[in-house]
Antibody
């Protein structure tokens, strides 16, 4: 059974960089795409971006180039950095696996439990 | 960006009743549409992908239909554990696969 676990600081100061890591167990990080999704308190879900098994990345344009996703296959981990954070970035951050369906990538079949990151001084 | 509109925002039903949730895309997403269930304090769980295919271990009372811009999730006979928020998500177009704002199914 594939499991994902987010880790990182729960509190980040405004203008600093938020850093989170997702550790994947029960399966290899190769051969799939991996993504970060966030959910502000009481609100809906927003895809931040994803990284493919080949290392290519795509990001939500709404984040205006503040997001960077990377992968460390030796540790079976992938990471998120979100720079210049403000209070509007306060959210529960989920990591998730993306599985293809009929050669189309995009459905999230495994999720981490989520971690709340608060942006505050 | 493709906007996903879900209706109703809240659906009040009784156990054993049928629930019908709608999701509309601002442009065609073909059948690249998934449904998720989220309970308080938990991660979303994949229910349906490809608009109509149940994910692993999902009970047969959950069914999905539609293509293009109009989609429906039906729960044939609501069980107590089905009261939750349901999200649709399109994964046809990048930049940014997008989610709807959710439908809360409550008693």
């Amino acid at each position: 059974q594939v499991q994902l676990q987010e880790s990182g600081p729960g509190l980040v100061k405004p203008s600093e960089t938020l850093s989170l890591t997702c550790t994947v167990s029960g399966g290899s990080i190769s051969s799939y795409y991996w993504s970060w999704i966030r959910q502000p308190p009481g609100k809906g879900l927003e895809c931040i971006g994803y990284i493919s098994y080949s290392g290519s990345t795509n990001y939500n344009p709404s984040l205006k180039s503040r997001a960077t996703i990377s992968v460390d296959t030796s540790k079976n981990q992938f990471s998120l950095k979100l720079s210049s954070v403000t209070a509007a970035d306060t959210a529960v951050f989920f990591c998730a696996r993306i599985t293809p369906h009929d050669d189309t990538w995009g459905m999230y079949d495994y999720w981490g439990q989520g971690t709340l990151v608060t942006v505050s001084s | 960006e493709i906007v996903m509109t879900q209706s109703p925002a809240t659906l009040s039903v009784s156990p054993g009743e049928r629930a019908t949730l709608s999701c509309r895309a601002s442009q065609s997403v073909s059948s690249n549409l998934a449904w998720y269930q989220q309970k308080p304090g938990q991660a979303p769980r994949l229910l349906i992908y490809g608009a109509s295919t149940r994910a692993t271990s999902i009970p047969a009372r959950f069914s999905g239909s539609g293509s293009g811009t109009e989609f429906t999730l039906t729960i044939s006979s609501l069980q107590s554990e089905d009261f939750a928020v349901y999200y649709c998500q399109q994964y046809n177009n990048w930049p940014s696969w997008t989610f709807g704002l959710g439908t809360k199914v409550e008693i």
